[in-house]
């Protein structure tokens, strides 16, 4: 018997919405290139990135089935044009809370985010050291220019 509990997936809530801002911006700040940045500066872009992210494209969460309430996992992600005229899927962050990581959570939830889109995963535009591992077994590769159009 497993200690994992049943995990379900969803379209963010509003009220999501202020778990995936506040867990995107430290875990880049921390994780991401963000410490190289004045935290004033990084504040102020960081947030006008994520909430331009959040406009543009879809959030899905996992959360414990028998506890709606608390988001476990969540993707932020959206369909984008590729270099040849066929649309692709764009990743820009992935969040899963550390007493869930490493049980395949992140990886389910974004191959449903990405299935719900209907198109393949292609790029990201964040980049983080955990992050690399996670780009490489779902294969997109860093587009951080994305972020400008």
């Known amino acids: 018997m497993s200690d994992r509990p049943a995990?379900?997936?969803?379209?963010?809530t509003e009220a999501d919405l202020r778990f995936v801002r506040a867990?995107?911006?430290?875990?880049?700040?921390?994780g991401g290139y963000a410490?190289?940045?004045?935290?004033?500066?990084?504040r102020a872009g960081q947030s006008f990135v994520i909430?331009?992210?959040?406009?543009?494209?879809?959030?899905?969460?996992?959360f414990a089935t028998e506890v709606p309430d608390e988001v476990v996992s969540w993707v932020c992600v959206e369909r984008a044009?590729?270099?040849?005229?066929?649309?692709?899927?764009?990743?820009?962050?992935?969040?899963?809370k550390q007493v869930y990581r490493r049980l395949g959570t992140a990886i389910a939830l974004t191959r449903h985010a990405?299935?719900?889109?209907?198109v393949p995963p292609a790029e990201h535009t964040h980049d983080t050291k955990v992050g690399r591992s996670f780009a490489a077994k779902i294969?997109?590769?860093?587009n951080p220019y994305l972020l400008y159009l």
Do not use: D, M
Request: charged share 20%.
């Open 81 to 96: 044009l590729g270099e040849k005229p066929k649309e692709s899927g764009l990743l820009h962050f992935v969040y899963t």
């Open 51 to 62: 909430e331009r992210c959040l406009a543009k494209g879809r959030c899905y969460v996992a």
């Open 7 to 12: 995990l379900s997936i969803r379209p963010a």
């Open 35 to 42: 410490p190289q940045v004045a935290f004033p500066t990084y």
């Open 139 to 142: 294969g997109t590769k860093l």
């Open 23 to 30: 867990s995107w911006f430290e875990s880049f700040r921390h």
């Open 114 to 118: 990405f299935n719900a889109l209907a």
